[in-house]
């Protein structure tokens, strides 16, 4: 098993996560009731509208796919990608038509360059090996159109004993160092232009950025 008790760690690939069910749980009691809201602001913060095409890199369950689908509609389409076979399965039953799900890894994208407007990818980036974390940032890059987006959202550190087990319990060692330092360090090195950073009560801090 891997760093966390949900956690399944590899050296070469991405950690998965493999208890979609359990994730689930330990997310509604690590936003406090908040999860909703607070992916509804992150789906806001990453600018899709209508029509625009979305790449969600980690989407896991697909709980931020599923609150950016109805802002790219008529026309739009999302995409999660996702490294657990299992995850992507739980997002598929739940899928709205106008997302589709892939089972692939941030770092190795099975996609053409710049078909996408929108890039996110929320809680993810830290699951990914750190020698492979500027690839994964230097993919979401190419994947992107000439002037679209990118939204990078990561977990604070929590201050409170209960929200760090239970952090702990779904990533282990996978929030060392402080995740809050890669996207901040990768995002410019790739190419990108940061536009703005922020937090997110109860968990999260964000990074919006601009393919030039």
Not at 19 to 29: D, G, I, K, M, N
Not at 31 to 44: D, I, K, S
Not at 45 to 63: I, K, N, S
Not at 67 to 75: E, I, K, M
């Amino acid at each position: 098993m891997g760093q966390g008790k949900l956690l399944r760690h590899h050296h070469e690939h991405s950690g998965t996560i493999d208890h979609p069910r359990a994730y689930e749980l330990f997310s509604r009691l690590g936003y406090a009731g908040r999860r909703r809201l607070v992916f509804t602001q992150l789906a806001a913060l990453a600018g899709a509208g209508p029509g625009d095409r979305v790449l969600d890199v980690g989407c896991g369950t697909g709980f931020l796919t599923r609150r950016l689908a109805p802002l790219v509609a008529p026309g739009g389409r999302v995409i999660g990608v996702d490294p657990s076979p299992r995850m992507i399965a739980y997002a598929r039953h739940r899928a709205p038509a106008n997302c589709v799900y892939l089972v692939g890894e941030g770092q190795a994208l099975d996609l053409p360059g710049g078909p996408f407007d929108v890039v996110v990818s929320s809680l993810a980036v830290h699951h990914i090996p750190a020698g492979a974390r500027e690839t994964a940032v230097r993919e979401m890059f190419r994947v992107l159109r000439p002037g679209g987006r990118l939204l990078i959202a990561e977990l604070r550190p929590p201050r409170r004993a209960l929200a760090r087990r239970l952090t702990g319990l779904v990533s282990g060692h996978a929030l060392e160092p402080d995740p809050r330092e890669t996207p901040a360090a990768l995002v410019p090195a790739a190419g990108f232009r940061v536009q703005a950073e922020g937090d997110l009560w109860p968990l999260l801090c964000y990074l919006r950025a601009v393919k030039p």
